[in-house]
């Protein structure tokens, strides 16, 4: 007879065995990734003979036919579709999802499954109402159910439509991440000082860079509409191109906070002018309402959320005072503190204050695997020798799997070579 599962109760919540058998997963998953890496140069020229074998797999059931998001319809749902790796810097630099980036190497191929939910936002970006001040769209499911891949997929869309993209690839990040990452806000002269705030110049510097690595054609396109004095000796007129504003960022990262609240102020009047189109693209947006970050001073003092310079310019960018574009935004409890994790609506991740201030959004459910959308899955792991055991492409092995995994697409990529 199997022994019981041990079970520890500490103040109310039940602690399980499985948590230690899903970090030995995790284990085996990055180091199943690292001999995947180091092989696939070997086993190249072989690999081509050995996928290209009839009866191997289903015949590619899941490849999708149509690798350009415009053309995406529900017939695609289920399927992949690759975006050409020299192109994957270009649309998707950051804020991917960290076991997609992982498995781009092995694999030799950027691809991203067709789901409803990202379906659904791009049938309503086609027919929204451009005139009107842009509607907010929140992503929002169980922890690995794929909120981010979907928000990527609706990101490459508005690159292939020619959009400027403003994207924040973790708003969390801001708050924890960069622990010694913080100076006093100092405005020079004419610009608007912010008292008892702070600046977070690496981060902000990170972020110019590849806000100027995806929208380069843009910013030297759209101008200033006011002079903004940086220094005593450095000025931008008024104007000039808006690249000027990101190159001083970039150049003077103790400017780079003061750069993006510019930036962000300038593509607001930009928006009423109906030239390009923007998309405000956010990771884990309920990060912007935490109350504490992780940053602690000398003596002890924690920093506010609220008294970070680049919080506010965000906050203030999400307010949609512009027009001209939308807003897509994921709602997430993996990557943030001193926040409920016990549900995963929006009502709970973001509280009052992050709920009122986002009201009136269109939230969006992002579920766990279908059916068809598991085996698809499941057969394109195959195909790339993701899965090397037989049993578990089985009858038996498959059922054994969906339980395991309850559908979840990131257990599914983390627990497929362990098995």
């Known amino acids: 007879m199997a022994a019981p599962m041990r079970v520890f109760s500490r103040k109310g919540i039940t602690w399980h065995c499985r948590r230690a058998a899903h970090q030995q997963s995790k284990a085996k998953y990055v180091a199943h990734t690292q001999r995947y890496c180091t092989s696939t140069s070997e086993t190249e020229s072989k690999s081509t003979d050995s996928v290209a074998t009839p009866g191997t797999f289903k015949q590619d059931f899941f490849r999708a036919t149509e690798n350009d998001p415009t053309n995406q319809t529900l017939k695609h749902e289920g399927q992949f579709y690759s975006i050409p790796l020299e192109q994957v810097k270009s649309i998707l630099p950051v804020g991917t999802s960290t076991k997609w980036q992982r498995l781009i190497q092995p694999f030799q191929e950027a691809s991203i499954m067709v789901r409803r939910p990202a379906l659904e936002v791009v049938n309503y970006l086609k027919q929204a109402d451009y005139t009107n001040p842009p509607v907010k769209y929140a992503l929002y499911g169980k922890k690995g159910s794929g909120k981010t891949m979907s928000l990527s997929h609706i990101i490459h869309y508005c690159h292939s439509q020619g959009w400027l993209i403003v994207h924040l690839p973790d708003a969390s990040q801001m708050n924890y991440k960069?622990?010694?990452?913080?100076?006093?806000?100092?405005?020079?002269?004419?610009?608007?000082?912010?008292?008892?705030?702070?600046?977070?110049?690496v981060y902000a510097a990170e972020w110019l860079a590849h806000f100027k690595q995806r929208n380069h054609k843009f910013l030297s396109e759209i101008t200033t509409t006011e002079a903004y004095i940086w220094s005593k000796r450095e000025t931008t007129e008024k104007g000039e191109p808006l690249l000027d504003v990101v190159n001083q960022g970039l150049k003077r990262p103790k400017n780079s906070c003061d750069a993006i609240g510019v930036i962000l102020k300038e593509l607001e009047r930009h928006s009423m002018s109906g030239k390009n189109r923007i998309l405000f693209a956010v990771k884990t947006?309920?990060?912007?309402?935490?109350?504490l970050t992780n940053i602690r001073k000398p003596g002890g003092y924690v920093i506010p959320v609220a008294e970070l310079t680049l919080n506010m310019h965000f906050k203030n960018f999400l307010r949609g005072n512009w027009t001209n574009g939308a807003m897509v935004m994921t709602v997430d409890s993996q990557n943030t503190r001193n926040q409920p994790n016990h549900d995963f609506k929006p009502l709970h991740l973001l509280q009052k204050e992050g709920f009122e201030f986002l009201d009136p959004f269109v939230p969006i459910f992002v579920d766990n695997y279908n059916e068809k959308e598991m085996e698809s899955c499941i057969e394109f792991y195959r195909h790339k020798r993701w899965i090397e055991n037989d049993t578990v492409v089985t009858e038996d092995g498959r059922k054994q799997l969906k339980f395991l995994t309850e559908n979840s697409p990131g257990l599914l990529t983390m627990m497929s070579p362990t098995m």
């Not at 960069?178 to 110049?201: G, L, R, W």
């Not at 947006?285 to 109350?291: E, M, R």
Request: charged share 25%; aromatic share 26%; proline share 10%.
């Open 178 to 201: 960069f622990k010694f990452d913080y100076i006093d806000n100092y405005s020079y002269k004419d610009s608007t000082p912010y008292e008892c705030m702070y600046d977070q110049p």
């Open 285 to 291: 947006v309920n990060g912007l309402f935490a109350p």
